[in-house]
């Protein structure tokens, strides 16, 4: 573990006119990296969290108090670690949800059957997005509609009333975003952006933002996107399991061949290259109030011999993670420290703070805004797809956020159960028979509650916790 880390955030030049800038209006074009979090984050040894001689964390107000909907029909209650269904729902596929166990307090409640679902979006104005893309997905995800669907539910029944077709003709489509007027989705290795207006349900091809041709892997297309608290707009794109570190590969540092990693759209065709060497970063996510984003990466598969891990990491210009060449800081792949093979030089590496058993697969990562009780609220919350072929590790967990900063603390998965500052949520998937699909995406709603979406079953829940009125 490196003993500083710079807190820095790229800039964007919003004087171009493809660049939302975000709803507070500023214009950051000649802003210093990191005009928010511009100090050096000193972190402890200790487990919790670390030491920032930074600003506070902007959250928002406290939210209005949730509306009880596990009141509603058809609602799986945990109580005494027992689920108990409300009367009055419709059948559900997959045989009903009191299969995923929940903490005590809280309940599930289907919502939709979206196909190959991998990515959700909640509108401005209430409605939830989803990506169904069409082109099979790593992980074994095929048979979507090739499409960006809505799912209103507009008698508040807690199920959607139907699946509308936003954007078709999206065969490779999963990265979503609304920022400044816009629904910001991606095309292949297109991201477009289309205007939205709030209550749209229909919408018309985008034009085009960039173009992320600098390195595309036919199995890793999916394309992330998210904002920052200053309208700053990231793009993921993956690289491939087979890159060997050899010939330029093996040369760290802003010269080396950008393959996976995180670029930004500043106004350029091809965009900004922020950070760089992840194998395949899966999900983004800005947490609201930090200036920070988050990213999850898939590190080199089946390789924890080598010292391969799954990481959470912050989003900073600059940052070079080491893929293919080294696991994390001074740490090479144990496969290039053999007699006779050059050694990699990991010492300009980046070292990751939240870190997972690889092959669990972290692949949907979003933020509790402050709705929920004490135990879980403003936590990190992570769906893992599991390993394939078994499921194992499949669930969603809920990390620590440092108080003071919103970054989610140092903490490390172990090879069985979970540390105090990374704890099981929902479980049941990895129940040894492989009959209830994969989790594989997350996003809260305005109005509290955490959705998931299963890529294999296309099942996609709701979970939200007990209110004192219920």
């Known amino acids: 573990m490196r003993s500083f880390v710079p807190a820095r955030r790229a800039l964007v030049a919003c004087f171009l006119p493809l660049v939302a800038c ?89 919502f939709a059957t979206v196909p190959e679902v991998r ?31 809505v799912l209103p539910d507009d008698n508040h ?10 954007l078709g003709n999206l065969p490779s489509t999963q990265g979503l975003l609304f920022n400044g007027g816009y629904l910001y989705y991606q095309d292949n290795a297109l991201i477009r952006r289309t205007p939205y207006k709030n209550g749209d349900r229909t919408g018309t091809v985008g034009e085009q933002v960039i173009d992320v041709t ?16 200053d309208g700053n707009i990231f793009v993921t794109n993956g690289g491939d ?59 080199l598969d089946f390789a924890a011999s080598q010292g391969s891990r799954e990481k959470l990491f912050p989003v900073h210009d600059g940052d070079d993670w080491g893929f293919p060449c080294c696991a994390t800081a001074n740490e090479p792949y144990s496969q290039y420290t053999m007699p006779g093979v050059t050694v990699p030089d990991c010492a300009n590496v980046n070292a990751e703070d939240v870190s997972f058993v690889i092959d669990h697969t972290p692949f949907g990562l979003d933020f509790e805004e402050g709705y929920w009780p004490v135990a879980w609220k403003y936590r990190a919350f992570v769906v893992f797809h599991g390993v394939f072929g078994s499921w194992v590790g499949a669930r969603v967990v809920g990390i620590e956020t440092d108080p003071r900063t919103g970054w989610p603390v140092r903490t490390s998965e172990p090879d069985a159960g979970s540390t105090p500052e990374m704890t099981d949520f929902a479980t049941g998937w990895d129940d ?39």
């Open 241 to 299: 399991n087979g890159e060997l570190c050899e010939g330029e590969a093996a040369e760290l540092g802003p010269n080396r061949p950008f393959h996976g990693g995180v670029l930004q759209i500043d106004g350029t065709p091809n965009g900004k290259l922020v950070a760089r060497g992840l194998r395949n970063a899966i999900a983004l996510r800005c947490a609201k109030g930090t200036g920070v984003c988050f990213g999850l990466e898939l590190a």
């Open 22 to 110: 975000g709803s507070n209006g500023a214009n950051t074009a000649d802003a210093s990296i990191g005009s928010k979090h511009d100090a050096t984050v000193e972190h402890r040894d200790a487990p919790g969290g670390f030491d920032a001689d930074i600003a506070d964390v902007k959250r928002g107000e406290s939210p209005p108090p949730m509306t009880d909907f596990c009141k509603l029909p058809g609602s799986v209650v945990w109580k005494g670690g027992t689920p108990t269904v409300v009367p009055g729902g419709a059948a559900l596929p997959d045989g009903g949800l009191d299969w995923m166990t929940l903490p005590d307090g809280f309940c599930s409640h289907y």
């Open 157 to 166: 029944d807690g199920v959607a009333d139907t699946t509308l077709t936003y």
């Open 214 to 229: 600098i390195y595309s892997s036919s199995l890793h297309w999916p394309r992330a996107i998210d904002a920052d608290d």
């Open 432 to 470: 040894g028979m492989m009959d209830h699909g994969r989790p594989a995406v997350i996003t809260f709603a305005p109005d509290g509650r955490m959705f998931v979406g299963n890529d294999l079953t296309g099942l996609v829940v709701w979970i939200a916790p007990v209110t004192s009125s219920g």
């Open 119 to 149: 990515q959700l979006r909640f509108s401005p104005s209430g409605d939830l997005f989803a990506a169904s893309p069409s082109t099979a997905c790593a992980g074994g995800a095929t048979g979507g509609t090739g499409a960006v669907v």
